[in-house]
């Protein structure tokens, strides 16, 4: 059964970078038919996706956090992560990874992690 497991801290100070990793397991990031992801949640506000990355290690970002967000991988643990920098208490919200299962077009995020907080404040 896949699993993905978000991790880092739950607390930020402005200006610094946010880091996040998502540990997946029970399937591998590098399979070819499904992207990773991740996705936030403000309080009181939708979803955001912030980004994705492909099983061939090319990445895409939300283009309102392009300047801001990258996201990378380590396929020997099996683990992508994601840094966000010049956090303000705006970014504070539920941080998720995701897999999204991709043939030629999107079928949508089949997995989800539990999700993680995390609070921008000094």
């Known amino acids: 059964q896949v699993q993905l497991q978000e991790s880092g801290p739950g607390l930020v100070k402005p200006a610094q970078t946010l880091s996040l990793t998502c540990t997946v397991s029970?399937?591998?990031?590098?399979?070819?038919?499904?992207?990773w992801n991740w996705i936030r949640q403000s309080p009181g506000k939708g979803l955001e996706w912030m980004g994705v990355?492909?099983?061939?290690?090319?990445?895409y970002y939300a283009p309102s956090l392009k300047s801001r967000t990258s996201i990378s991988r380590d396929t020997s643990k099996n683990q992508f992560s994601l840094q966000l920098s010049s956090v303000t208490p705006e970014d504070t919200a539920v941080y998720y990874c995701?897999?999204?299962?991709?043939?030629?077009?999107?079928?949508?995020?089949?997995?989800w992690g539990k999700g993680t907080l995390v609070t921008v404040s000094s």
């Open positions: 029970g399937g591998s990031i590098t399979d070819s038919v499904y992207a």
């Open positions: 995701t897999r999204e299962r991709f043939l030629g077009y999107s079928y949508g995020m089949d997995y």
């Open positions: 990355i492909n099983y061939d290690g090319s990445a």
